[in-house]
């Protein structure tokens, strides 16, 4: 098992940036696929995007071209660079990681655009 911290969200105002990370307790080398999701009020929780051990990418189609996901497998860390951010953006983000019985999941982190 492991545990995954979010840290980095806060108040940014629209078309600002933020980057949050996401440590884990062990070693992530191993874990094949890493993401980031998030939950704003009164939707339910969707992916952001993911990253796969040997770096390939995927993203939410309104994310896409705003945001980049990527890992640091030496530090244990995932990190969400966003970028052009929207007030439809804030959320709760999540970081997850997968596992043999289904996803690992931190305490999440607040991201609030607004001006």
């Known amino acids: 098992q492991v545990q995954l911290v979010e840290s980095g969200g806060g108040l940014v105002q629209p078309g600002g940036s933020l980057r949050l990370s996401c440590a884990a307790s062990?070693?992530?080398?191993?874990?094949?696929?890493m993401g980031w999701y998030r939950q704003a009020p009164g939707k339910q929780r969707e992916l952001v995007a993911t990253?796969?051990?040997?770096?390939?990418?995927n993203y939410e189609d309104s994310v896409k071209g705003r945001f980049t996901i990527s890992r640091d497998n030496a530090k244990n860390t995932v990190y969400l660079h966003m970028n052009s951010l929207k007030p439809e953006d804030t959320a709760v983000y999540y970081c997850?990681?997968?596992?043999?019985?289904?996803?690992?999941w931190g305490q999440g982190t607040q991201v609030t655009v607004s001006s």
């Open positions: 990253i796969t051990r040997d770096g390939s990418t």
């Open positions: 062990r070693s992530i080398f191993s874990i094949y696929i």
């Open positions: 997850s990681a997968d596992g043999s019985a289904g996803p690992y």
